[in-house]
């Protein structure tokens, strides 16, 4: 456990070092308070523009560093030869890739964090505001959500080079998210032997969906109920553990 | 030493060159958009080209979906195979709705647990901005028009929300007018100007200057039934106003041309043939 949160720490301190997390925020603040201050037609306290287009931003914003940041660590460590003086002992491969899931998925969340924190702020600041219950849900599934982008693009990584490790990521993320809800009603509506191997892809496929909540956060659409929330958190764990798994597998197989 | 005295050199002359090219470029760009027609000003059209009218029109799209709780219209589609095949609108009841999705959800988490919590997480209810809420489109009506200034539809929307249901005449004339320095020949935008001064100003004189400027740009053309049906009932309550039956009565026989079947139409035109032509 020492080793994993050791090699976390690494990527932890990346963040800070590099870039583009400060880029992001910027960009994030001057669009909030950009939009923040536009006036349509004398209309006040006009809001979901802003929890819109923000949380969209957001959302964006951390997944794209969780994908980058992801992808970055295998990679750049076998190419740069750095990676076998870490896997002299004690340090294993599965140790290994997941203190680099770890440190991703808290680089991530971090950022993530701020970056919620800024909206919800601003968003307090004009309009009808956000549910608390709705916002503690909405920031557990960002959270569950980095996780799972996190363990799919390290293991993609395993399999392709890092460009297009992180091309695949976000070809497969906007893939279910424009897909998924037309996946979900061919499933629903099918029936017998097409039905069973129907609901074998959608087990399959990361449901990228469930995560984002921006209509609900956007529109003040009411919290979903406690068992569907614990039901997503149990999914992104399952589903992670396995993604893992098959990554270590791959690793421990990998000549380096 | 001597690269660095290279590079100098080498940005010297690059700084040199884009000071004499630069305001060739721009005379370029200016005679080339002067003769499309497209104002100088327009930022959207400089960074997106005409990818700025998709963009419009998803912002317009985007208006929709804001008074429908954000919920693509699939669900209103549903419902208006429904009203078509019974006659009356399901939609409205928003309870029916609901229960007729738990009944089929029910029927999913029999089988799979997965898709189940999908559609639970997916919103589907059915629903339509009320009261102050319906403020919520209009930004994106308003960006519809800064990235396609010829978005005609985004105009005559934006106004009506603007005008009719927010009760702000005058910002709805403003935004109107704006849509006619881009559009000049739109008979939709001088329709809507003068229902803007009809229904809310009250001030039929201008509304009657805008409904005729309508008339004189409306074609087959340019124009469906509905369209028509529309100004030429304006016109002809704003030229009931002034007391021209005649022209009423022209424009009423116009409509029934276009809607034969129309009873409130042919029992208009027996009304005002018993009235004396000009009052």
Known sequence: MRQIWILAQNTIKALIRKKDFYVFFIMLLVLLVSLLSENFFGARNVSRYIKDIGFFCLWLFSFIIAVTFASKQLPEEIDSKTILPLLAKPVTRTHFILGRFLGTVLASSSAY???????????????????????????????????????ISILLTLYLTLSAGITVSFVIYFAIIWFADKLRAIVISRTGIESVLLNIVYYVIPHYEFYDLRVRLAHSWEAFPLWVLSGVIVYTILYTSVVLYISCSKLKKKFL | ???????????????????????????????????????????????????????????????????????????EKECAKTEDAHGEDKCADDNEHFHKKNDKLSSVSKISILPYIGEIIRISKHMHLHGKEEQEILPWLYYSTRLNPENIDAYVTGSYWIGQRLNKPDEAIKFLREGLIHNPGSWEIYTQLGEVYFVNKKDYKKALFNFEKAYGLITDKNSDKFGKRELYSFLAASYENFGDIEKVLELYRKILALFPQDKAVQKKIISFQSRPLSQ
Not at chain 1, 130 to 143: D, E
Not at chain 2, 31 to 55: C, P
């Open chain 1, 113 to 151: 964090t701020i970056f919620y924190f800024l909206y919800i702020v601003v968003t307090s600041i004009k309009g009808e505001g956000i549910a608390f219950s709705l916002v503690i849900q909405a920031y557990i599934m960002g959270i569950c959500f980095l996780s799972l982008v996190s363990a």
């Open chain 2, 1 to 75: 030493m001597y690269r660095k005295g290279i590079s100098l050199i080498y940005i010297g002359s690059l700084i040199t060159l884009l000071f004499f090219l630069t305001p060739a470029i721009d005379n370029y760009r200016y005679n080339f958009f002067s003769k499309k027609g497209v104002a100088q000003e327009d930022m959207f059209y400089k960074t997106l080209g005409d990818i700025r009218k998709i963009f419009s029109d998803y912002s317009y799209i985007k208006a929709d979906l804001y008074f429908h709780g954000g919920i693509y219209k699939k669900d």
